[in-house]
């Protein structure tokens, strides 16, 4: 017996002599979801093996003509009631290897089998049971594809990579950082017409979903969830994150109702973990400090933005700033610009100067708080800068100052470009 179908539910259902390898039911899975209901046959020449009154049932052989596409099996219930992660009353295998699928649990719901090489499926029921077949992307069955983050350039990757996902497709990335130390800069951008849940106290997401986790599995903390965000324009996504560890797990989760446009992932790894977040104070007081750039003198992170802040304690005195070596891009795609004042994105702050290439240059602050804002493009640099600050007192212009040695780098991703350009 050799059913074709697509979309359609099948409960047919016959008797046969016996059930053998080569003339089992053969249920055939193309495009869509297929929903069918077990036993298809029984072997009436064997009994039961619970049950000497009733014929066994034959397994059924899950087929599909595409090699670039696997199966996936829910089990959505059985004659008593709706499956739950729980419900075990089949058996599935690779009809070459023989090799079990193990079950998992589909958003909390359902028992899930997924298929991780081309090959037909020998499903056997224990009891009647109600499932759903469908087929989905070899990038998207369920299993982990693992891709290595650069330092020195960025990435770009599909998910899945054919530029569209399907019904039911679960497509897990996994970024790793080159080294140990390093963590994963990570921008997402994804069209979508998903829904998204209306409360955060939901815990499990509805429709199609993206999930970005700061770890190797699903179990660790959540940077990003589509199901709650609102971070969108004309039902676009975008989102910047940075693990706070080597690995980045980015998951496309969907369901069977609606297809989807591919979401695009840009990342690169950040060396030793040095990423600049929030606005870093610096104290000058009469006895100075120095500091080293952020992986100095290694490549530093791309698309980052470092600022510093630099206060001398006693008010009354001026800073001095004092580039004193650089290696910055020569179109100013990266460049360290300094401010007078406590300068802020779209706030007040007036520039004393901006470096690019290999400038060198002194910069004497009016007053006795400056901001100092680096931006770095799509191109990691090692030896980025050093900067000498230090203190001049009311009334002095040279001669009895404090040195004070500051070597930074400051980054900012390339969207941002205009901070410094005021």
């Known amino acids: 017996m050799y059913l074709k179908s697509n979309k359609v539910v099948i409960t047919f259902r016959n008797i046969a002599d016996e059930c053998t390898v080569s003339d089992m039911p053969t249920v055939e899975v193309r495009d869509g979801p ?18 000497p009154s009733r014929d066994t049932p034959c397994p059924v052989r899950l087929w599909n003509p595409d090699t670039t596409m696997h199966l996936r099996l829910d089990v959505m219930g059985t004659d008593k009631q709706e499956a739950d992660c729980d419900t075990d009353v089949i058996q599935v295998s690779e009809m070459s290897s023989g090799y079990y699928l193990e079950r998992s649990c589909n958003r ?3 028992p899930v089998y997924r298929q991780s090489a081309s090959d037909s499926l020998i499903v056997t029921s224990t009891t009647d049971v109600y499932m759903r077949a469908a087929t989905v ?20 990757q599909m998910i899945p990579r054919a530029g569209k996902y399907s019904n039911l497709d679960t497509c897990k990335y996994l970024i790793s950082g080159e080294n140990r130390e390093d963590t994963v800069h990570l921008t997402l951008t994804w069209e979508t017409t998903a829904h998204r849940n209306q409360s955060s106290h939901d815990t499990v997401c509805q429709g199609d979903y993206i999930n970005i986790y700061d770890g190797d599995r699903e179990t660790s903390a959540v940077l990003f969830s589509s199901c709650w965000s609102r971070d969108e324009t004309d039902g676009a996504i ?15 989760d969907a369901d069977a109702k609606i297809e989807g446009k591919s979401a695009n992932m840009e990342f690169h790894s950040i060396p030793g973990g040095h990423h600049c977040t929030n606005i870093t104070e610096v104290h000058v007081d009469v006895n100075g400090t120095s500091l080293t750039a952020p992986n100095y003198p290694g490549l530093f992170p791309m698309n980052q933005v470092c600022v510093y802040r630099i206060i001398a304690e006693n008010r009354e005195d001026s800073l001095v700033i004092d580039v004193q070596a650089a290696n910055l891009d020569k179109h100013c795609n990266s460049y360290l610009a300094v401010f007078h004042g406590r300068y802020e994105i779209m706030s007040t702050g007036f520039p004393a100067g901006r470096i690019c290439e290999e400038d060198k240059q002194t910069f004497r602050i009016h007053g006795s708080v400056a901001t100092m804002v680096a931006v770095s493009g799509n191109v990691a ?10 203190v001049e007192k009311s009334g002095h212009s040279t001669g009895n100052t404090v040195t004070f040695s500051l070597t930074v780098l400051i980054l900012i991703h390339a969207t941002q470009l205009f901070v410094c350009n005021a």
């Open 34 to 51: 297929v929903m069918l209901a077990l036993p298809l046959a029984y072997n009436s020449r064997q009994v039961h093996f619970n049950d």
């Open 108 to 110: 909390g719901k359902n």
């Open 238 to 252: 975008s989102t910047t994150v940075v693990s706070s560890q080597r690995h980045l797990l980015v998951v496309l």
């Open 137 to 156: 992307d070899s990038d998207c069955d369920g299993n982990i594809v693992r891709i290595t983050a650069d330092n020195s350039q960025i990435k770009e």
């Open 381 to 390: 640099r090692p030896y980025a800068w050093r900067v000498s600050i230090y």
